[in-house]
């Protein structure tokens, strides 16, 4: 019996989440005595040396049609590589790739499937799993009857990524059977053309929310933000609104940023919001509401209103 991890890649890099996934398998093997293996579909086999140490079993399945994400051939080779291993729970990642293939594996595979969790306990081979519901205010506890395998997909940024493991896997090559795939197939990547500035390369941003009330008050912020030296990106509704392009929004479908500095302005820190920018170094949020999301994160928090504390703190970062 097993934890399978069924890793992401894309372009030739091993996806983060992947490493956060084998943290969690560790975790749920280590307290049921299961192995903990990890598949991967048409990689790179420089990706076998970082997951080496990560796991007890890697199984390798390689063909074209695999380099690149496309469902018919994935779930074609998962379904294969589930007659090797029998794995008591398959982790996937709540990703654009998992949104889509998690759906139809569950129904290829006749397999329960939970989506989105942040945490997952297996305790008397039964499945717990955490979600978090009302944009992040309250967490849902899902306990699921008693099954073979189950499917779950883990958000990303809920897991540090797994180092050293101390564990050695060992290696499987399973082959794959080609056909022709007619339903769907991968042409190419299309990179979002930036136009504007690049939010995830700044070092301090300054982030709105809805909390800034008007177009005509985004000056005010803009100034603050000039004289720190910082760039100004914000939540979705205002990128939905207009006031800011597009290009400027931080979150699940804006852009993920790992800045020095991110003051959140305004902001509730919804979880969408929150997978864009939990990562940054040092998080401050100025927030009228003390039970806003955004303070579970923050390593500085202001309970008050933005327009009194951006003279305040533009006197204190100009120092
Ligand atoms: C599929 C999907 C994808 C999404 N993707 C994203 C995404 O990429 N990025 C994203 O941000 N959201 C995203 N969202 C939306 C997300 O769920 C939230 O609705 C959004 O993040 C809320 O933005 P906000 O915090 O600016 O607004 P609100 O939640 O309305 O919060 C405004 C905050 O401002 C505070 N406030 C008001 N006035 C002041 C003041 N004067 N001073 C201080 N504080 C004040 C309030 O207390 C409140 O907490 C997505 C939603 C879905 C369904």
Request: net charge neutral; proline share 5%.
């Amino acid at each position: 019996m097993s934890v399978l991890v069924l890793a992401e890649h894309r372009k030739g890099e091993l996806r983060e989440i992947t490493l956060e996934m084998l943290s969690l398998g560790d975790r749920i093997a280590k307290q049921n005595s299961l192995q903990l293996c990890v598949l991967l579909l048409g990689a790179d086999k420089d990706f076998v040396d970082i997951l080496k140490p990560l796991c007890d079993r890697i199984i390798l399945i390689n063909s074209d049609e695999l380099k690149n994400y496309s469902p018919e051939p994935y779930v074609k080779a998962i379904k294969s590589a589930l007659t090797a291993i029998n794995p008591s729970l398959i982790l996937t990642a709540h990703s654009a790739l998992g949104m889509d293939l998690a759906p139809a594996l569950s129904e290829e595979l006749s397999l329960p499937l939970v989506t989105d969790c942040v945490d997952v306990k297996l305790e008397n081979k039964k499945i717990i799993t955490l979600r978090q519901i009302y944009g992040g205010k309250i967490f849902s506890e899902l306990t699921l009857k008693s099954f073979n395998t189950y499917l779950v997909s883990i958000r990303p940024g809920s897991f540090e990524p797994a180092q050293d493991l101390g564990r050695s896997a060992t290696i499987t090559e399973i082959p794959f059977e080609t056909e022709v795939f007619e339903k769907r197939r991968f042409l190419e990547y299309i990179e979002e053309k930036i136009e504007d500035i690049d939010i995830t390369t700044a070092d301090i941003l300054v982030s709105i929310g809805r909390g800034i009330g008007k177009p005509e008050n985004i000056p005010i912020v803009q100034e603050f933000t000039d004289e720190i030296g910082a760039v100004l990106s914000c939540s979705r509704p205002v990128a939905d609104k207009g006031w800011l392009p597009k290009s400027r929004q931080v979150g699940t479908s804006g852009k993920i940023v790992r800045p020095k500095i991110y003051i959140a302005l305004g902001i509730s820190g919804a979880f969408q919001h929150q997978i864009g920018m939990k990562n940054s170094k040092t998080i401050i949020a100025v927030n009228k509401d003390p039970k806003a999301p955004i303070f579970n994160i923050a390593h500085y928090g202001v309970v008050a209103d933005m327009f009194q504390v951006i003279p305040l703190l533009k006197e204190k970062l100009k120092k």
